[in-house]
């Protein structure tokens, strides 16, 4: 049973797999095709947070593959009516995938554990791998080739960031974070990196200007995610010099594009003028969160071409 917890879980050429799959179904889908790969396979979602782009692009996904989708509210009681276990084995026998929202990363890695069908983490505190994937996948469509190109990430060292790096590292991309000390990734990040993509080149600094220098994308998020609403002013004045504006565009080449997972705080993380920009390419990243998901689906589900 194959599960997308982190993207650890994939290696390179099931990434490029699951891009050229999603490539596919794009280009059919642009064309008024919507290619029924899974019918009859049910998708369960299960969310502990808010989510608009994970949520909707995951259902319309599954509704153009010819599959069906049920949002699991409270009402099932996840981890609240039975243990993981129980849940876990249930879920398997009625339904195909599960994709997970949940606070805790372990929660996650839990329920795979148990679960009888696939598990996708639709982001937890440590990690947003769908995300991810849809990132690189729009930077492949904007620049080819992705190996050996930057990444700028100027912000938090948070769930998506983590999730870059391990992508970064797969596809042969260098990662710049520009952080201030105390949001860096931890030790235990930084050895598990190691392990799983032994030949990421990540730099980190303190300084956004040189971040941005080489770097064909600059990628930022909220400085305060959800579950950190009370830490949030502090946020606020520890990132203040982190801003994606226009001045800091400047010092970038170029063609360098902005890249951000939404939703955004405009004014905070980023200005309107950044966000707003021909630069930006936030909306085609959104929309191909769609795309790549269903490559996901049609790759894992085994129903890939
Ligand atoms: N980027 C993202 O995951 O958005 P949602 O929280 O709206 O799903
Ligand atoms: N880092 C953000 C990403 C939202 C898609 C959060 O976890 O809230």
């Given amino acids: 049973m194959r599960h997308l917890i982190t993207l650890a879980d994939l290696t390179s050429a099931e990434i490029e797999r699951i891009f050229s799959i999603a490539e596919d179904l794009k280009s059919k889908f642009d064309r008024g095709l919507r290619e029924p790969l899974l019918p009859g396979r049910v998708m369960a979602l299960l969310f502990e947070k808010q989510s608009l782009r994970t949520r909707v692009s995951f259902e319309a996904g599954m509704a153009h ?19 993981m276990r ?4 249930v879920l398997g026998e009625l339904v195909d995938v599960v994709v997970v929202r949940a606070k805790k990363h372990e929660v996650v890695v839990d329920l795979a554990e148990h679960c009888t069908c696939s598990v996708i983490n639709g982001l937890t505190d440590r990690a947003h791998p769908c995300q991810a994937l849809a990132d690189l996948f729009t930077l492949r469509e904007l620049f080819g080739k992705l190996a050996g190109r930057t990444l700028a990430w100027i912000g938090d060292g948070n769930n998506v960031a983590r999730s870059l790096a391990r992508g970064c590292g797969k596809v042969g991309m260098n990662m710049v974070m520009a952080t201030p000390k105390g949001y860096r990734f931890d030790d235990a990040t930084m050895t598990q990196l190691k392990r799983e993509v032994p030949g990421l080149q990540l730099t ?3 300084d956004p200007v040189a971040a941005v220098g080489d770097a064909v994308a600059v990628y930022t998020d909220v400085w305060a995610s959800m579950g950190q609403e009370a830490e949030r002013e502090k946020r606020c004045r520890d990132f203040a010099r982190y801003q994606v504006n226009a001045e800091l565009m400047s010092h970038a080449q170029k063609g360098t ?19 707003d920009s021909p630069q930006s390419v936030v909306i085609q990243e959104a929309g191909n969160r769609m795309h790549v998901q269903k490559g996901i689906l049609a790759w894992l589900l085994g129903a890939q071409k």
Avoid: M, Q, W, Y
């Fill in 86 to 89: 129980d849940f876990g084995r």
């Fill in 65 to 83: 593959l010819g599959g069906s989708s049920l949002f699991l509210g409270e009402d099932v009681g996840f981890g609240k009516r039975e243990n």
């Fill in 257 to 275: 594009v902005f890249l951000h997972c939404l939703p955004a705080r405009r004014g905070e993380e980023v200005t309107d003028e950044v966000i």
């Fill in 204 to 206: 980190v600094t303190d």
